[in-house]
């Protein structure tokens, strides 16, 4: 199974990419992880369409046909890390690969949000980019710690 995590906006902090690069290469070989970051369109005076619009078309290029299409938002369904592992175990039980998407400064178009197969949330909170890649990827990596029996997790 692949895990593609596509993230609007190309430029990240060093401690961001650092923490990301540790947690990827903790993944088992049957469980492979992908970042895939598109670019951010320049806002300038650009409608608010027209930029969903160009960002959308990034996010739909990097994903391959036939992936699990689970979006981030601020309004998706909140998870506990168990419910977050149950649901890995169910994409790799169906055998999917799944795309997790982060929006761009704007978020992301409704209507991709609204034709994803699932709307999840990291927190109730704002968190800036770079922390909802690094929050993210350790969620999976424990969501998949989880489910192994690895002792990461703990409760």
């Known amino acids: 199974m692949k895990l593609l995590v596509v993230a609007v906006g190309q430029r990240m902090p060093d401690w961001a990419q650092t923490a990301w690069d540790d947690y990827a290469k903790r993944f088992p070989p049957e ?34 046909k036939g992936m699990r299409i689970v979006v981030l938002d601020e309004r998706g369904t909140a998870l506990t890390t168990k419910a977050l592992a149950a649901r890995l175990q169910a994409w790799q039980g169906e055998g999917d690969d799944v795309a997790l998407v982060i929006g761009g400064p704007d978020g992301l178009d409704p ?6 197969h699932e709307r999840i949330r990291l927190s109730d909170l704002t968190l800036p980019h770079a922390m909802a890649r690094v929050l993210l990827v350790e969620q ?16």
Do not use: C, D, M
């Not at 999976?140 to 409760?155: D, F, K, T």
């Open 31 to 64: 469980l492979k992880l992908e970042l895939r970051a598109v670019k951010t369109e320049p806002r300038g005076s650009k409608s608010l369409e027209t930029l969903y619009a160009a960002e959308r078309e990034r996010i739909e290029g990097a994903i391959a």
């Open 140 to 155: 999976l990596y424990r969501a998949w710690s989880v489910n192994a029996g690895h002792p990461y997790h703990r409760e």
């Open 111 to 116: 209507a991709f949000k609204a034709a994803a």
